[in-house]
């Protein structure tokens, strides 16, 4: 089975600064889902990401997929207040190309 | 995008009862899931939610405690019987356009078992 690990387990930065989350795959990646929970919530679409090399970005927040498509990362630059909460890499199952097998989360807070 | 709605947001059941948890989307689409987070944890897939059959479920879960239903293609209920503690977890619903597409989640429906 395909196993996510992300890193760091959490995060404290002050507002404005950058910050990256990393997304490691056992296996290779088909697909790649990047979202947001705000806590105790549902998840909020961020970005999707399927080529190697591939990058997309949304309002400050920007994906990447490594060449070998085993290791996303998400960036996001001059953080603010309402990037708080818990981001979740899913990995995109090969087999039914639709289930989600999700890493462990990262919890970000932004201080003022 | 998918608009998802979930009812109930939120429920406290004692022990050994049931609860039907249901899933709106605002469109058809092709998949829907059903995903459990246990407190502080990332989030498992309990089953697909097909339309006009049987649920396919993921290992560890089972059509007795989780049964699901999805009369057609917006609709899908989620039903936790003879709830126990370890039954205390945020459920979600997710929905799939088509294969290759992007996936969006309902609310979730936060669930405590006494």
């Known amino acids: 089975s395909q196993e996510l690990e992300q890193s760091p387990q959490s995060l404290i930065v002050q507002e404005g600064k950058n910050l990256t989350i990393n997304c490691t795959s056992s296996?290779?990646?088909?697909?790649l889902y990047w979202y947001k929970q705000k806590y105790g919530e549902g998840l909020i679409f961020l970005m999707m990401l399927q080529k190697g090399g591939e990058e997309k970005s949304h309002e400050k927040i920007t994906a990447k997929l490594d060449e070998k498509k085993q290791q996303s990362s998400l960036h996001i630059t001059a953080s603010q207040p309402s990037h708080a909460g818990i981001y979740l890499c899913g990995a995109l199952d090969t087999g039914t190309a639709s289930k989600l097998t999700f890493g462990t989360g990262t919890r970000l807070q932004v201080t003022l | 995008s998918a608009v998802i709605s979930q009812k109930p947001s939120r429920d406290i059941c004692q022990r050994g009862t049931s609860l039907t948890i249901q899933c709106q989307v605002d469109s058809q689409v092709t998949m829907m899931f059903w995903y459990r987070q246990q407190p502080g944890q990332s989030l498992t897939l309990i089953a697909t939610a097909n339309q006009g059959s049987e649920a396919t479920y993921e290992s560890g879960f089972v059509i007795d405690k989780f049964p699901i239903s999805r009369p057609n293609l917006t609709f899908s209920t989620l039903t936790v019987s003879n709830m126990s503690p370890e039954d205390s977890s945020i459920y979600l619903c997710?929905?799939?356009?088509?294969?290759?597409?992007?996936?969006?989640f309902g609310p979730g429906t936060r669930l405590t078992v006494t």
């Open positions: 296996k290779t990646l088909y697909g």
């Open positions: 997710s929905v799939l356009r088509d294969r290759g597409y992007e996936q969006y």
